[in-house]
């Protein structure tokens, strides 16, 4: 399921003929996120951005992986099939009741045992880990007012080398428009300008979905 807008519908039909399916799982997950909250549903990754979590995680070999916004699983689910022998994906979200859809298909998967999930504040939920715990990824998709102070409470904690995944980053091309000065919009444009200038990460924009930048520590 590819959902960029900003790419034309020829090509993302063709994209999407041309990469990896949903299995039997990952169907059931979409399919029961639409029908339980609708318009909400959009909150969900596509099945591209999906795949390329998985396999970049598979790749970098990720022992220790993080999640700030979970929603009902997809995100989670990819990750957690990518990881290592051994490998946790760390889960913070504010909703048992969008979670528990992704426990259910978590489990399905078998893949239930590598993710560890707290509910509550993330930013409180993320300061009561190991201090010494480091982490390989990390995936932010929540409020998007806290964007910069997820990405700043989780940078000291990745190792030198690893990939901050931040999503929604293009905001439906509004933070394009400086006309658009709503407090999500001004957040996300506001990071934007501050990652790309910042010394301590590479940063490439993406325009997959809804727009994903991948940041890596230096």
Known sequence: ?????????????????????????????Q????????ARAGMQIGHDQALLMEM????????????IGTFTGY???AVARGLAPGGKLYCFDISDEWTSVGREHWKRAGVDDRIVL???????SLA?????????LAFIDA???NYAQYFEALLPRMRQGALLLIDNTLWSGKVLDDAVDD???VALRNLNNRLVADPRVLVVQLPLGDGVSVVQKL
């Open 31 to 38: 399919t029961v996120t639409r029908e339980r909250f609708g």
């Open 143 to 145: 409020d998007k007012d």
């Open 118 to 124: 707290t509910l509550g504040p993330a930013l409180e």
């Open 75 to 77: 995100s989670a689910l």
């Open 183 to 185: 407090a999500d919009t």
């Open 56 to 67: 970049l995680t598979r790749a970098m070999g990720v022992q220790a992986a993080v999640e």
């Open 1 to 29: 399921m590819a959902r960029s807008e900003f790419i034309k519908p020829d090509i993302a039909q063709y994209v999407e003929a041309h990469s990896g399916s949903p299995d039997e799982v990952q169907q059931s997950l």
């Open 128 to 136: 009561q880990l190991d201090p010494n715990l480091q982490f390989d």
